[in-house]
């Protein structure tokens, strides 16, 4: 008998060891993913970069074109005075775009004063008529479909 005993006490301390030794795997398998995930997106944030500082160079030279272009009809001082116009034009337009998202943006308290009140209101509107017994739920329901028709005509 005792030697039944210790067999099932070494079958628990394999299947012990057989359970560590899976999750040392797992934890050594997503240790590796992690670790080739974090050089992808290291990768991609230096194409990005190298990306930006080409965009900055084409911006420059197609500004230069702009002037050069505008340069046939005028002289160059116009031209350059055309092209500075249209560019400022088109700034002060995306900040005045960027100014009116920003104003759209609500407050983080707000929000969360906003999302706690809608909880409450869910509260007192569909939880607490319910707790008065069997009967009053129905006629809560009813009214509240009744207010909903009369504000929907």
Do not use: Y
């Amino acid at each position: 008998m005792g030697k039944r005993i210790d067999s099932w006490i070494e079958l628990f301390q394999s299947l012990r060891d057989a359970f560590l030794g899976v999750m040392e795997a797992e934890v050594q398998s997503l240790r590796l993913d992690f670790e080739l995930t974090k050089r992808h997106i290291g990768q991609a944030i230096g194409f990005a970069a190298l990306a930006v500082f080409i965009c900055f160079w084409v911006i420059g030279v197609a500004v230069l074109l702009l002037v050069q272009v505008a340069s046939i009809w005028l002289p160059d001082w116009a031209a350059s005075l055309v092209v500075l116009a249209f560019l400022s034009l088109c700034g002060m337009g995306l900040v005045a775009a960027a100014r009116q998202r920003l104003r759209r943006i609500e407050a983080p308290k707000a929000m969360i004063r906003r999302h706690v009140q809608e909880h409450m209101d869910w509260w007192e509107e569909e939880v607490l008529p319910g707790s008065d017994g069997a009967e009053s739920r129905p006629d809560s329901l009813s009214e509240s479909s009744r207010n909903g028709d009369q504000e929907s005509s």
